[in-house]
């Protein structure tokens, strides 16, 4: 309702994770450069660890973004609730494997075959999962099992888990301590700042085409930083309730109370 009101090119709020829309705070900037260096040097296993709706998808997405289409091969794992055989099976699908072994002995020889011919071609090979906090210990295993891969020179497979604050439990349990040890990179995403909010802000309205309307004041975006938390995924929801308010008054500033209105709209739909 508000776009063509303020001039917008596209909806500056939306929770998609548009990797266009990235705001690299500190945090973000930090994680992206420990993904980097992770695969780059080959450490094997790497973990990543945020709030729910702190950016991680997103930042995943500019990460595979900012690869090397000719020297990586990647997997992206959405849906962790699955068996080890259907993680195996996942992972060559993703890899481009049309024909797939049936037993799981069967797929993880097929792994190793394909690992190896990819890696004789000088390509490199970079799985991850999200949401791996709700990975079964099984598959945890079979993921370990998997990292296990190797020439005499390198690691066939890079490995990225990502996960909700849980996914530290998950990796503290005792059973799993051989797969904590191998994980040599690892960063937990913190929440924005006042001034990253901010920042925030301005650079999704500047992506969207924003001309200077709608303008949020000072006040509006203490506000936003408050009752958001500093998570990403709130601050959206909060600021496209807040330009639809400030709309509705038919106004260019977005001020603390159309704020206030919007996060009560949005308590009152979770209550």
């Given at each position: 309702?508000?776009?063509?009101?303020?001039?917008?090119?596209?909806?500056?709020?939306?929770?998609?994770?548009?990797?266009?829309?990235?705001?690299?705070?500190?945090?973000?900037?930090?994680?992206?450069?420990?993904?980097?260096?992770?695969?780059?040097?080959?450490?094997?296993?790497?973990?990543?660890?945020?709030?729910?709706?702190?950016?991680?998808?997103?930042?995943?997405?500019?990460?595979?973004?900012?690869?090397?289409?000719?020297?990586?091969?990647?997997?992206?794992?959405?849906?962790?609730?699955?068996?080890?055989?259907?993680?195996?099976?996942?992972?060559?699908t993703e890899l481009g494997e049309s024909k797939l072994g049936r037993?799981?002995?069967?797929?993880?020889?097929?792994?190793?075959?394909?690992?190896?011919?990819?890696?004789?071609?000088?390509?490199?090979?970079?799985?991850?999962?999200?949401?791996?906090?709700?990975?079964?210990?099984?598959?945890?295993?079979?993921?370990?099992?998997?990292?296990?891969?190797?020439?005499?020179?390198?690691?066939?497979?890079?490995?990225v888990l990502m996960g909700q604050p849980e996914l530290k439990a998950?990796?503290?349990?005792?059973?799993?301590?051989?797969?904590?040890?191998?994980?040599?990179?690892?960063?937990?995403?913190?929440?924005?700042?006042?001034?990253?909010?901010?920042?925030?802000?301005?650079?999704?309205?500047?992506?969207?085409?924003?001309?200077?309307?709608?303008?949020?004041?000072?006040?509006?975006?203490?506000?936003?930083?408050?009752?958001?938390?500093?998570?990403?995924?709130?601050?959206?929801?909060?600021?496209?309730?807040?330009?639809?308010?400030?709309?509705?008054?038919?106004?260019?500033?977005?001020?603390?109370?159309?704020?206030?209105?919007?996060?009560?709209?949005?308590?009152?739909?979770?209550?």
């Amino acid at each position: 309702m508000y776009q063509s009101f303020y001039g917008l090119s596209e909806m500056p709020f939306n929770i998609t994770p548009d990797p266009k829309f990235l705001y690299l705070s500190p945090t973000h900037q930090e994680a992206l450069q420990h993904l980097k260096f992770g695969v780059q040097e080959r450490k094997g296993f790497i973990v990543l660890i945020g709030e729910v709706g702190c950016g991680k998808t997103t930042l995943c997405r500019r990460f595979l973004n900012e690869l090397d289409a000719a020297r990586y091969d990647t997997a992206l794992i959405l849906n962790p609730r699955v068996t080890e055989t259907q993680m195996l099976k996942a992972i060559l699908t993703e890899l481009g494997e049309s024909k797939l072994g049936r037993s799981q002995n069967d797929l993880v020889a097929q792994m190793n075959r394909v690992l190896l011919e990819r890696i004789a071609l000088g390509r490199d090979i970079v799985l991850i999962i999200d949401e791996a906090q709700n990975l079964s210990f099984g598959v945890l295993e079979q993921i370990r099992l998997l990292s296990n891969l190797e020439t005499d020179q390198q690691k066939l497979l890079q490995i990225v888990l990502m996960g909700q604050p849980e996914l530290k439990a998950v990796l503290a349990r005792e059973e799993l301590r051989q797969l904590r040890q191998r994980i040599l990179i690892h960063y937990e995403l913190h929440p924005l700042s006042l001034s990253d909010v901010a920042h925030y802000v301005q650079h999704r309205l500047t992506l969207a085409g924003s001309m200077g309307r709608p303008a949020f004041s000072r006040w509006a975006l203490r506000g936003v930083h408050r009752y958001s938390k500093g998570i990403p995924r709130i601050i959206n929801n909060l600021c496209d309730k807040s330009m639809l308010a400030a709309y509705i008054r038919d106004s260019d500033q977005v001020t603390y109370w159309d704020v206030r209105r919007a996060h009560r709209d949005m308590r009152n739909l979770t209550e």
